[in-house]
Nanobody
Framework: QVQLVESGGGLVQPGGSLRLSCAAS????????MRWYRQAPGKERELVAA????????NYADSVKGRFTISRDNARNTVFLQMNSLKPEDTAVYYC?????????WGQGTQVTVSS
């Protein structure tokens, strides 16, 4: 059974940090490129960060560049999103996505709220 389980979300003050994790099971994780998306209330889901299957290439949305870092540990079947200098506009549900050829899996999401 394919599963992507996000964790690490929560409430944080502006300027704070969170580290999201996405644990994968049920498929060959190391074959898959991984992505983090987010969706704020009333807005479309947007791509935040992406990493290739071996972790050699990463890409970021302009809005998070320099503040967020995506990484992965293929031995642990996990992808991470380190989020620093958080802003209220980063408030959203964050989702991880696994993609390889025609295969495409999503997690259930984890809420991140940035507020004082």
């Amino acid at each position: 059974q394919v599963q992507l389980v996000e964790s690490g979300g929560g409430l944080v003050q502006p300027g704070g940090s969170l580290r999201l994790s996405c644990a994968a099971s049920g498929f060959t994780f190391s074959n898959y490129a991984m992505r983090w998306y987010r969706q704020a209330p009333g807005k479309e889901r947007e791509l935040v960060a992406a990493i290739t299957s071996a972790g050699g290439i990463t890409n970021y949305a302009d809005s998070v560049k320099g503040r967020f870092t995506i990484s992965r540990d293929n031995a642990r079947n996990t992808v991470f999103l380190q989020m620093n200098s958080l802003k209220p506009e980063d408030t959203a549900v964050y989702y991880c996505r696994a993609k390889w050829l025609t295969y495409n899996y999503w997690g259930q999401g984890t809420q991140v709220t940035v507020s004082s």
